[in-house]
């Protein structure tokens, strides 16, 4: 997992070895490969300055991670199903014992008085305070101030080394080369910066008429131009009556996205009125607000929310309690990090270095902030949980990213299954801008660019369809190109995991894209998405009062989400374990007959038509849309 951040290594750098006690090779840790928008070079830092050094200790065995997840998902595996316990993760993935003593002695051999040394009370971080020269020692790296536009300053530097054998105990050291300066949302005008606390910018589902007259809908008859959730059942033979009393199914919003009851109790009067008055069982994660609390009352503020819950809670039927989780405050907002702090103690304990230029700090140092303690490991897990938020990869570094991910196989290893949405701007980021040569992102970029998490190989990615223009539900669907396009293309970031090989080897045999090989990762050894889709287009949700058509992977990623969780009862109900991590089954050959195949449409972006729908898999739909009795079948007979 850190290889991809070792791209130089130096082999010699003869002359430090006089100076230097370890007679070990010196590697390139981190190098950063431009400096963020905004932000330029002032000066070097001055040499006395004091800087807090701390190094992030490697977990354990993480280079197993993978095999340990297919261990217990994989269909043929003789431990499928037997997943492992919170206690048993944080265990195995914990910083050893030699990693800290292994930076531990090499700073004392370096020079470090031993006083000056602590462990982290969590035991994943070394913490020093050296001078400027001293770390630039160290490290073998030069320090420097960088001045942002709105004049902060931050101290970095262009790359960093180790010593050879220090490599697999450390994951990185701060500061470094992350620009992780806490800027506050009110710069820029009034402009949030984008993908500071926010994995939503630019991401949320798209709205277009308001006011619907509803004495027209409801009808089987008009789901190409107004989806409810009857078309949605018809569309999958989506009929199920939940059985279990211990199921669980979650969704998680971040503020300032908050639902409205009232919206709700509207939406549930047309489309299920035994839902008038439930309210979803909230969990309020680092100061979230929610039930409209915020007094602020736009599309922006509810449509996300109210299009979560109206659809999820409907599809689950009121027999099933669905679980909300809102996360963060109005002032800072929140990641998916503070999520995942929230719902694993050992994601927050051992890895704690949330990056404050990514996620919200807790108790929120700013005014009107929440003053709670962070979130750690306080909120349970549900089965199921979707997400309709997503990141470009190229916001994040490599390393984050990556961290971020293997937190999503330790969920899928303990029996929860992670649904994202892959994003509505085809094979271009969110607001639809792509990549420059250099890495960097803009409106007139053209290279193709990815969305996190869905590139992570451990989540499932969910990708939008529609029902064609004139068609019904009987006919087959289309990729989405109605008003959004359905993210989906190949990772800059994450290798082609084994459960997927086969079938994007197949696509790109058989359907070559005609791109030149420098606007997408045309390799054939990258992470594609989407996993698999369903409709996206048309939406009928009750916001603010109206009800308004809404589109977006958003509203495709809970209606997976509600077909997942009734399976999950379904096998509850039976005696037997959650689904936990689903790729590796439904990519194979017993699952082909559970998707409708889409093969007509594509996802425009970048300037291009984007990649083209296929027989079998494709990076505009994935394997299709799903088939509920088809899945029901083949899962309640697995063990
Ligand atoms: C209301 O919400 C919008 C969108 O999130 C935001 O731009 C605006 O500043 C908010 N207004 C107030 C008064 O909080
Ligand atoms: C393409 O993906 C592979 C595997 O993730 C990666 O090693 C490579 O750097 C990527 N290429 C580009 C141009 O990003
Ligand atoms: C998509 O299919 C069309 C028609 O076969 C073809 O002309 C086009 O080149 C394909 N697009 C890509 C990206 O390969
Ligand atoms: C509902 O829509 C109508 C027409 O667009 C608008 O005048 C009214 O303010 C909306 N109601 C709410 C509560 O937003
Ligand atoms: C394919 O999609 C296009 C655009 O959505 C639509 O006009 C066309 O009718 C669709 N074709 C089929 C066979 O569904």
């Not at 006690?21 to 330029?40: D, F, K, M, T, Y």
Request: aromatic share 10%; with cysteine.
């Amino acid at each position: 997992m850190r290889s991809f951040l070792l791209p130089f290594v130096l082999l010699s750098l003869g002359l430090a070895a006089s100076s230097d006690p370890i007679l070990s090779r010196w590697i390139v840790h981190e190098r950063r490969s431009h400096i963020p928008s905004g932000w330029s070079l002032a000066r070097r830092h001055d040499a006395s300055a004091v800087v807090p050094l701390r190094f992030a200790l490697a977990q354990s065995n993480v280079e197993n991670i993978e095999e340990y997840l297919y261990d217990v998902s994989h269909p043929s595996s003789p431990n499928y199903g037997k997943h492992w316990s919170a206690a048993k993760v944080a265990s195995t993935f914990a910083p050893s014992r030699d990693s800290v003593d292994a930076v531990r002695n090499w700073l004392i051999e370096s020079g470090i008085e031993s006083h000056r040394i602590t462990l982290s009370a969590s035991g994943g971080w070394l913490e020093l305070e050296t001078t400027v020269r001293e770390a630039e020692d160290l490290l073998h790296t030069s320090y420097n101030v960088y001045g942002h536009e709105t004049g902060v300053k931050h101290v970095a530097c262009e790359s960093y080394h180790l010593p050879e054998h220090l490599v697999p105990h450390v994951d990185f050291v701060t500061p470094t080369v992350h620009f992780d300066a806490k800027l506050s949302k009110r710069f820029d005008g009034g402009q949030p910066l984008k993908s500071v606390g926010q994995p939503s910018s630019g991401n949320g589902p798209k709205m277009v008429a308001q006011a619907l007259d509803m004495t027209t809908l409801g009808q089987l008859a008009t789901c190409d131009k107004y989806i409810t959730p009857l078309c949605l059942r018809a569309l999958y033979n989506f009929w199920y009556t939940p059985e279990s009393k211990e199921n669980t199914y979650g969704v998680v919003e971040y503020t300032p996205q908050s639902y409205l009851q009232s919206d709700l109790n509207m939406f549930a009067k047309q489309f299920g009125p035994d839902l008038v008055g439930v309210t979803p069982k909230t969990y309020d994660i680092d100061g979230g607000m929610y039930a409209g609390s915020s007094k602020n009352i736009t599309f922006d503020n509810n449509g996300e929310s109210d299009l979560d819950l109206q659809y999820a809670m409907n599809l689950v039927t009121a027999a099933q309690p669905v679980t909300l989780y809102q996360v963060g405050d109005l002032v800072e907002g929140a990641s998916f990090n503070n999520f995942l702090d929230a719902i694993d103690g050992s994601y927050c304990k051992f890895m704690s270095g949330d990056d404050p230029s990514q996620d919200g700090i807790y108790p929120d140092p700013m005014t009107g902030g929440y003053k709670g303690p962070e979130a750690c490991g306080t909120v349970k897990p549900t089965n199921v949980i979707s997400t309709s938020y997503g990141y470009d990869e190229a916001d994040l570094t490599p390393f984050y990213a990556a961290r971020q991910c293997d937190e999503y196989a330790k969920l899928g290893m303990m029996g929860i299954t992670i649904v994202y949405s892959s994003g509505d701007n085809g094979v271009a980021g969110n607001s639809g801008v792509c990549l420059n040569p250099d890495g960097t992102q803009s409106a007139n970029g053209k290279i193709f660019n990815p969305a996190f998490p869905s590139t992570c190989p451990y989540v499932t990615s969910v990708g939008a369809t529609q029902v064609v223009s004139g068609k019904t539900v009987v006919d087959p669907e289309s990729a989405c190109e109605k008003v959004i396009r359905s993210g989906g293309g190949f990772s800059n970031y994450f290798a082609l995991p084994e459960y997927q090989k086969e079938a994007v080897t197949s696509y790109l045999k058989n359907y070559p894209p005609s791109y030149p090989s420098n606007i997408w990762n045309s390799t054939g050894r990258s992470r594609a998405y989407p996993d698999l889709s369903a409709n996206g287009a048309n939406y009928v949700v009750a916001v603010d009062g109206n009800f308004s058509l809404v589109y977006g992977t958003s509203a495709a990623a809970p209606v997976v989400g509600a077909m997942l969780a009734m399976v999950n009862d379904a096998r509850l109900a039976k005696g037997k374990k959650t689904l936990g991590f689903i790729n590796p089954l439904i990519y194979s050959a017993d699952f082909a007959g559970g998707f409708h195949d889409i093969t007509n449409g594509t996802n425009a972006g970048c300037g291009t038509p984007g990649f083209n729908t296929s027989r079998g898999w494709d990076p505009v739909t994935g394997l299709g849309t799903p088939n509920f009795p088809v899945l029901l079948e083949l899962w309640k007979n697995m063990d």
